[in-house]
Nanobody, 122 residues
Framework: EVQLVESGGGLVQAGGSLRLACAAS????????IGWFRRAPGKEREGVSC????????YVADSVKGRFTISSDNAKNTVYLQMNSLKPEDTAVYFC???????????????WGQGTQVTVSS
């Protein structure tokens, strides 16, 4: 079974940076996609960014465009979310998810990580 382990969350001041990592294991096929989602207090889960590890295609939501970058290290089966110029409204639990195609639709993903907390202080 696919397993996802997130890391890199923490507390940072506004304007700072964090890099989240999502390490995937337990799968045997080549093509897959990783999506990053977040759930802020009192809000529903929203899509942040996704990447097709198969062909390198990426998508970044408008709310974080220009500040967040997604990338992958295929040799390590790890996807990164580089978050720069962080704002207090970026505070949330960030989840990575594993699916067969790139999408910002939650239902497109079959496996989810446990989440990592990102807190941005003002």
């Amino acid at each position: 079974e696919v397993q996802l382990v997130e890391s890199g969350g923490g507390l940072v001041q506004a304007g700072g940076s964090l890099r989240l990592a999502c390490a995937a294991s337990g799968f045997t096929f080549d093509g897959y996609a990783i999506g990053w989602f977040r759930r802020a207090p009192g809000k529903e889960r929203e899509g942040v960014s996704c990447i097709s590890v198969s062909d390198g295609s990426t998508y970044v939501a408008d709310s974080v465009k220009g500040r967040f970058t997604i990338s992958s290290d295929n040799a390590k089966n790890t996807v990164y979310l580089q978050m720069n110029s962080l704002k207090p409204e970026d505070t949330a639990v960030y989840f990575c998810a594993f699916g067969r195609r790139m999408s910002m639709v939650i239902a497109a993903y079959d496996y989810w990580g446990q989440g990592t907390q990102v807190t941005v202080s003002s």
